[in-house]
């Protein structure tokens, strides 16, 4: 059974830092490319980041760029989000998501398909403010 289990929200000022983690479980996760996505109230679905197999090739939203940065520990196959300087506009729901099909993923249009795909986790808070 396909797993990814998300954590490591919380409330955070502006300015500060979280890392979040995406835990998968079922498949063989180190051969597929892992997605980041953000949801906040009233929104629509963000994407935010993506890393590919091959763990130097990721891609980043304009938005979050040069201030996220995603990893991933194969031999713990867990998929890491630092997020720094932490903005307001960060706040919402984070979901880390998988297709099973995209290894490689370096586009918008690539982190797009990761995001809609059928499998993700349950998501964890991250909310930004005073």
């Known amino acids: 059974q396909v797993q990814l289990v998300e954590s490591g929200g919380g409330l955070v000022q502006p300015g500060g830092s979280l890392r979040l983690s995406c835990a998968t479980s079922g498949f063989n996760s180190r051969g597929y490319a892992i997605g980041w996505f953000r949801q906040a109230p009233g929104k629509e679905r963000e994407g935010v980041s993506c890393?590919?197999?091959?763990?130097?090739?990721?891609y980043y939203a304009d938005s979050v760029k040069d201030r996220f940065t995603i990893s991933r520990d194969n031999v713990k196959k867990t998929i890491y989000l630092q997020m720094d300087n932490l903005k307001p506009e960060d706040t919402g729901v984070y979901y880390c998501a998988a297709d099973l099909v995209l290894f490689f993923c370096t586009t918008s249009q690539a982190l797009e398909k990761l995001t809609t795909g059928p499998y993700r986790g349950q998501g964890t808070q991250v909310t930004v403010g005073s």
């Open positions: 890393i590919s197999s091959t763990p130097t090739s990721t």
